[in-house]
């Protein structure tokens, strides 16, 4: 079983619609979680960092539920410019904050 | 303020060959992770160099080594390519337990043929 777990999509999208995405993580222990962008052939950058209590930036929304090992982020209003991978990403060791990537959800946003 | 700088961006060598990649990480940061990934997945880490030592290692064979310099820059040298070698190698840095808050280069595109 992989230690993070997200569906590739891709989604397809119209602009303006509601899109979420969901990730499952294996290790209980895990302390620290995220949600990175990916545009094509370009580096990772954070998106989000997901709290227990769900925590909101603008459009994004992201719910972490620890019982379930569960992480979401929700887009709302999508823009043609949200097109990109959204990698759903979990901090595998508290002593080197070594990161454990899923294999990301690709996004595509249309007119 | 310079970002996470990789050198070179992109790079092609043969099977068997060796390559050495470069990382100069963001300004105050002290600690520097290696990433490969291949085309449609996602980053898998490789190592993470801190106070010039290896501190933390993923599963990747010994044909896989790095170096961090005092001035935090480091290198990633790959030995023996084959042609699985081929990917994306990203660069990391951060500030030592910095809640996994880290800073990517751009990468190098390594091709092996």
Not at chain 2, 45 to 61: A, D, K, L, M
């Amino acid at each position: 079983r992989k230690e993070v777990e997200q569906d590739p999509g891709p989604f397809n999208v119209p602009e303006g619609a509601t899109v979420a995405f969901n990730c499952t993580y294996s290790n209980s222990a895990s302390q620290s979680f995220f949600w990175y962008r990916q545009d094509c052939r370009k580096e990772p950058k954070l998106l989000m960092s997901v709290y227990s209590s769900g925590n909101e930036d603008g459009r994004f929304t992201a719910q972490l539920n620890r019982a379930s090992q569960y992480i979401s982020l929700l887009i709302r209003d999508s823009k043609l410019s949200d097109s990109a991978t959204y990698l759903c990403v979990v901090n595998g060791d508290l002593r080197t904050d070594k990161l454990i990537f899923g294999t990301g959800t690709r996004l595509q946003v249309f007119p | 303020d310079a970002g996470v700088t990789q050198s070179p961006t992109h790079l092609i060598k043969t099977r068997g060959q060796q390559v050495t990649l470069r990382c100069s990480p963001k300004s105050g940061h002290d600690t520097v992770s290696w990433y490969q990934q291949a085309l449609g997945q996602g980053p898998q880490f490789i190592f993470q160099y801190y106070e010039e030592e290896e501190r933390q290692r993923g599963n990747f064979p010994d044909r896989f080594s790095g170096h961090q310099y005092p001035n935090y820059s480091s290198e990633l040298n790959v030995n023996a390519l084959l042609l699985g070698d081929s990917a994306l190698y990203l660069c990391a840095s951060s500030l030592d337990r910095g809640q996994g808050h880290q800073y990517f280069g751009s990468g190098t595109r390594l091709t092996v043929v």
